[in-house]
């Protein structure tokens, strides 16, 4: 049976109420509840970005895990974007740190905005942030994309009562190879190569690593299909004194 | 393309093994996952076992393979050892139940899931040192049309194509195919109708497949694409219990419904592009 007051919790309580987070013993919980959620509010936040509050780069990496799992068994179309605040640096130089970090914390709460609840916005580094979006269809990524660059880029940040900042993004996506089960290295790389593409050709836009394009129209599925018309019609037809197959209307 | 097992001149290595023209080399694939190429592969691998032909089943699906699952084999020594210059060949090549050898790809493969020159290489000094001692050499490839797939088909003498009725696996066989024939210059792609739901079926959906493209697909000067259609396979109960039985469907129940009609299929083969055994 464990004590409390034989566990040193003085460091945890500090971090979690510097969360905003109730770390005292409350009066109606048990000593199990108490550490229960200490510990699950500890996850919570080795899991969240202090300064964004977005998710961290370690919840990213297991969020993006998950992801190569389903790719594999569903063949999902999942959608990978990593983005970048366009000269972070100069803002830093020009406007000083407190108005980076306000700039970073008002992009971070943007990109939470564009996207559903389903998909992931992480803050991978300094100025560098990454999406996960899953059940993305490969002829919407760069209009998504694009959309969310725009957004950023009509944002304007009061960094001071006499100064507004704008900041623009660049973006670079890859779709996880469907039906294999690739590594999150080889996919955040081949994101990571478009988006060094949308920087060196200029900036503030969005480039995607399509997947290799298995395009079929809508005409040759019409007639591709036609078959099923024709099952449809007679469910129960089967051929006479046929043991080999089955019918499975 | 058919020549492509001819050693690459960048790989010395490889270029030293001599390749006998007489071994087959099919690729199973798919377009879609899921619709039975691991299964296909394994069951006809023995089907054509019994009548008598030396069979190796090559697990080609290096980013997704189940080819042990489905063998119930569990192997210390795998494809990926190969690969890794940790183990020969011989070593990793393993009796499977059925009467025919496999070489399982290992879970490390996950690393081959895309077609770096190493993997390119390995493989094809991997295949030209397996082709001269079989008879037929079967490569369970993995689904859609990655640059992995694509190589592998690339390959083979004859592709066979395995679809179900399904709207989404017959618009990814018919994409595969097309990129098939756009790519590598593929005149005969041999279709396997799976979980095939009415008696003859299969031949109208190939046939179905066949008109769409002479429809859609411009082949230029070359002969048109030309699907044969090798069998149906009906749904049956018996694959999914034998898989849960960790036995060959083959081997356990060869007389089921799905038996049979794999062993017609071996047939259908041995007619069209395998010499009869001897
Ligand atoms: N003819 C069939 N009848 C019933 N079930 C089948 C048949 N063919 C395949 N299946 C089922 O489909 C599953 C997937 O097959 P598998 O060979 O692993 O697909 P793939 O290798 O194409 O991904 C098998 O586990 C099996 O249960
Ligand atoms: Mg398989």
Not at chain 1, 45 to 69: C, M, V, W, Y
Not at chain 1, 76 to 105: C, P, W, Y
Request: proline content about 6%.
């Amino acid at each position: 049976m464990i004590e409390l007051p034989d566990l040193r919790l003085d460091d945890a309580s500090a971090l979690l109420a510097h969360d905003g987070k109730n770390s005292e013993l409350q009066r109606d919980e048990s000593p199990t509840e108490y550490l229960q959620r200490v510990i699950d509010s500890l996850c919570e936040l080795s899991l969240k970005d202090p300064l964004t509050g977005l998710g961290n780069r370690r919840h990213f990496h297991a969020a993006l895990e998950r992801q190569i799992e389903t790719v594999a068994r569903s063949g999902e179309s999942v959608l990978l974007l990593m983005l970048d605040i366009d000269h972070f640096k100069s803002i830093n130089d020009t406007h000083g740190h407190l108005a980076g970090d306000q700039v970073l914390r008002a992009i971070a709460h943007c990109l939470a905005g564009c996207v559903r609840p389903v998909d992931t916005v992480a803050r991978y580094g300094g100025e560098e942030f990454a999406i996960i979006l899953p059940n993305c269809r490969p002829l919407f990524g760069l209009a998504l994309a694009e959309r969310i660059r725009r957004t950023v880029a009509g944002l304007s940040v009061p960094v001071s009562p006499l100064l507004n900042l704008q900041a623009t993004i660049s973006i670079g996506g890859a779709y996880a190879p469907e039906w294999v089960r690739s590594t999150t290295e080889l996919w955040i790389e081949r994101a990571d190569n478009q988006l060094y593409r949308a920087k060196s050709n200029g900036r503030n836009q969005a480039c995607i690593d399509q997947p290799q394009e298995l395009s079929v129209s809508a005409e040759e599925k019409g007639l591709l299909f036609s078959h099923l018309a024709v099952d449809n019609a007679n469910p129960f037809e089967s051929g006479p004194g046929n043991v080999t197959n089955r019918v499975n209307a | 393309m058919n020549d492509v097992l001819t050693p690459p001149t960048q790989n010395p290595d490889a270029a030293q093994v001599p390749l006998k023209p007489l071994g087959k080399v099919l690729a199973v694939t798919s377009g879609k996952g899921g619709v039975g190429k691991t299964f296909v592969s394994a069951n006809l691998a023995a089907a054509l076992a019994k009548r008598g032909h030396k069979v190796l089943v090559l697990d080609a699906d290096l980013g997704l393979a189940n080819l042990d699952v489905v063998l119930n084999l569990y192997p210390k020594i795998t494809l990926h050892d190969v690969f890794t210059g940790k183990a020969r060949l011989d070593e990793a090549i393993l009796p499977a139940p059925g009467g025919f050898s496999v070489l399982l790809a290992g879970s490390g493969m996950v690393e081959y899931s895309r077609l770096t020159s190493e993997v390119r290489n390995e493989f094809l000094r991997v295949m030209n040192s397996l082709v001269p001692n079989y008879d037929v050499v079967i490569l369970d490839t993995g689904a859609g049309i990655s640059d992995v797939v694509l190589f592998a088909v690339s390959l083979a003498s004859e592709v066979l194509m395995v679809a179900t009725p399904e709207p989404t696996s017959l618009t990814d066989a018919y994409a595969t195919i097309k990129v098939l024939v756009g790519q590598q210059q593929r005149q005969i792609i041999r279709v396997i109708i799976n979980q095939a739901t009415r008696p003859g079926s299969g031949a109208a959906i190939t046939n179905q497949l066949q008109q769409v493209l002479d429809r859609f697909v411009v082949t230029g000067l070359n002969q048109p694409i030309r699907l044969v259609h090798l069998g149906d396979i009906p749904v049956d109960p018996e694959v999914r219990q034998a898989i849960m039985r960790r036995q060959l469907m083959m081997q356990a129940t060869p007389g089921c419904p799905a038996g049979m009609a794999l062993t017609q299929l071996a047939r259908n083969l041995e007619d069209s592009v395998i010499p009869r055994a001897a």
